[in-house]
């Protein structure tokens, strides 16, 4: 694949993922200023349909769905449909916190059982050893336990308009920069076994 064709392809995956998240505060905001009253449900139904949208659309692009993905798209829908429902800004409000700590339950049951859940989804991606792994998913996992809490810090504390702006200002950095702190471990690591490849290569020719 080109350079061209993978930076069109990170841009759509970047679009998918976070398009339905930034679509949610806009509406929000925009709502907020004529009816604050019925911002959040108007703001839901609009995530709602773009999260089923952004899933329409990766299945039609790569005929298939990332487990993460559908996970989400399902709560979403059934939280948010609940909320529209119920008129009860609970239920969307307490998504973040459902969605994480079924991420993070299925990180750390798979280590339980000898199974690796982000080296499964990443595999393809980067050569790791089962060490770094096993590292990377039970950093991962801590991760999503603390996004858990932090949602329900935010959503308990403040007001609604915070948390709704939280989510894509607050939440999206700060895992961005959760991500690229684990980057020298996998460069190292990717190195390492790079080098350890070459030189069993060059003892078999010397051979």
Known sequence: MSAARQTAAG?????TDVGPIALFM?????AYR???DDAIFIATAVFIVATLAAL??????????SPMLLVTAVIVTVFGGLTLALQDALFIKIKP?????LYA?????????GRNVWKMLFN???DLSDRVWRILAVRWG???VFLAILNEVIWRNFSEAFWANFKFWGVLPLTVLFAFANVPITLREQERRAAERKAASDETEES
């Open 105 to 113: 339950a299925v990180i750390f049951g798979g280590l339980a059982v």
């Open 34 to 36: 004529s009816r604050p």
């Open 124 to 126: 393809s991606v980067f």
């Open 142 to 144: 801590a991760w999503f």
């Open 26 to 30: 806009i509406v929000y905001n925009i």
């Open 11 to 15: 841009g759509l995956k970047i679009l």
């Open 97 to 101: 916190t459902i969605v994480n700590l």
């Open 56 to 65: 329409a659309f990766t299945w039609f692009r790569e005929r298939r769905l």
